[in-house]
């Protein structure tokens, strides 16, 4: 035990909060029977405080299976349950960072999600794996076969191609009802190269910023408009911009519990961004999945690696980014009023940075802009929300977060996270509540500020 637990806890877990290192290369981290050990101890604190009963379906399952039990006790459950509590949980990390009091430095030492994230990885080094996420994470491998293709891809897995879905459904079990990415013949490396965005030299940051743009795997290949108005963005402002992509982050192996391979890509990924950084350049990521993972999941796998943690340091969300240029040098001019305003969908991952809801105040500088924000759980979580045996879940989870959305009558749905913005737009347009409303059309934060310059 370190010796911040040791100090006497000061209740309701009033000083800062701190995740412990990933212990992934200990043998003992996949010991199944001490993983269940640490599940039911752990479990037995949630038990008696039940605080996230309402963040997602993981602790519903838990404290219904304990409740049911013979004793009513967590000595009543066991591996099982354990596995059905798992199978709820998308690694949001929102009952670690908004509810829970017990986590580190408090003795009782609580991180669900990162234990759930343990008892993936113990279970996968059994041999329990499942071969199409595995498919489905290898999003590199994916992207590159589906470019020459992407006509021919798009018009296969349309949901309203409903006999190819269907079978897609049978061999696969991806959800016939869900609407999947997506492809492009060019990617945004592909038009960022191509069409070269030059420099504003009146720009306020001209000559003192310089920015190495994380594309990520799906804004690369699925939506690489967001890649091009971020770089036009900050081009006007005179930072000095280039697309950097070596490969995905790994979000889809660290959700499945194949942390070799997800540490493997943040030292590959961090050796490719060192020079930038050495030479002056800031680290923009345009997912918030892909600045959680750099910002805070490589460091703690990866602790003693000082690439790592320098690419963490340097690292930045687009629109925390535009914020911080806002502050330090100002705005370049030329922001035009934009109707129909927008609801910015705050999500998860961007949350767990702790760096507050900069998309929203990003857009609230787009003179007379309504801007609404909703900080509800989309319930997407990458393959959770594809998979027939959790789309349903995925739209419970949802839906509670697409009906704040559609109340709020705006044209634009906005998240940082682009598949929870395909998520809640799809809920919204089946909800027969909705009476055959338009439902917003989908857009990434940095999307609409570039519409607001004339830009895009």
């Given at each position: ?144 076969l ?14 309203a ?16 009802e ?34 190495a ?27 000095e ?30 050796k ?11 680290v ?9 993972m ?12 000082a ?14 980014y ?135």
């Amino acid at each position: 035990m370190s010796e911040e637990s040791k100090a006497p806890p000061r209740e309701g877990s009033l000083d800062a909060p701190f995740r412990r290192p990933i212990l992934w290369q200990d043998e003992d981290y996949y010991d199944l029977d001490k993983v269940h050990e640490e599940l039911q101890r752990q479990f037995d604190v949630c038990h008696t405080c039940r605080r996230c009963f309402n963040l997602c379906d993981s602790f519903p399952r838990m404290f219904d299976a304990i409740d049911e039990g013979p004793t009513g006790e967590v000595d009543s459950i066991g591996a099982k349950d354990h596995a059905h509590v798992a199978e709820a949980c998308t690694l949001c990390d929102m009952c670690f960072l908004t509810k829970c009091p017990y986590v580190p430095p408090h003795v009782f030492d609580i991180d669900i999600p990162h234990l759930i994230l343990r008892y993936r990885a113990a279970r996968r080094r059994a041999g329990d794996r499942e071969f199409v996420r595995e498919q489905l994470g290898q999003t590199d491998r994916n992207g590159k076969l589906a470019i020459p293709v992407a006509g021919l891809a798009n018009w296969a897995t349309a949901r309203a191609n409903t006999p190819l879905r269907k079978l897609l459904e049978g061999i696969a079990q991806i959800d016939a009802e869900v609407e999947l990415p997506r492809y492009h013949t060019r990617t945004a490396k592909g038009r960022l190269n191509a069409d070269p965005i030059q420099v504003n030299r009146s720009g306020p940051a001209f000559g003192k910023r310089k920015v190495a743009l994380y594309a990520t795997c799906f804004v690369d290949y699925n939506k690489p408009d967001t890649a091009v108005a971020a770089a036009k963005v900050l081009a006007l402002q005179g930072c000095e911009v280039k697309l950097v992509y070596p490969e995905c982050c790994k979000m889809p192996q660290l959700e499945s519990g194949d942390l070799s391979e997800v540490a493997g890509a943040a030292q590959r990924v961090a050796k490719v961004f060192a020079p930038y950084i050495a030479d002056g350049y800031d680290v923009v990521a345009l997912t918030a999945s892909c600045g959680l993972m750099m910002k805070f999941e490589w460091p703690l796998l990866l602790p003693d690696d000082a690439a790592v943690g320098g690419l963490s340091l340097a690292t930045k969300d687009i629109c925390e980014y535009v914020m911080e240029l806002s502050k330090a040098h100002g705005l370049a001019p030329g922001l035009q009023p934009l109707d129909g305003g927008a609801t910015v969908h705050h999500a998860c991952h961007a949350r767990a940075q702790n760096m507050g809801a900069k998309s929203a105040e990003m857009l609230r500088l787009i003179p007379g802009f309504k801007v609404d924000v909703v900080e509800r759980c989309s319930g997407h979580g990458g393959t959770f929300g594809v998979m027939k045996s959790t789309h349903g879940l995925a739209n419970k989870v949802g839906r509670p977060a697409a009906r704040q959305v559609a109340a709020k009558g705006n044209e634009t749905l906005c998240s940082d996270c682009p598949l929870a913005c395909k998520h809640l737009v799809q809920l919204i347009a089946d909800d027969p509540k909705a009476e055959g409303a338009a439902p917003p059309a989908e857009a990434h934060p940095i999307e609409v500020f570039a519409r607001a310059y004339g830009v895009t």
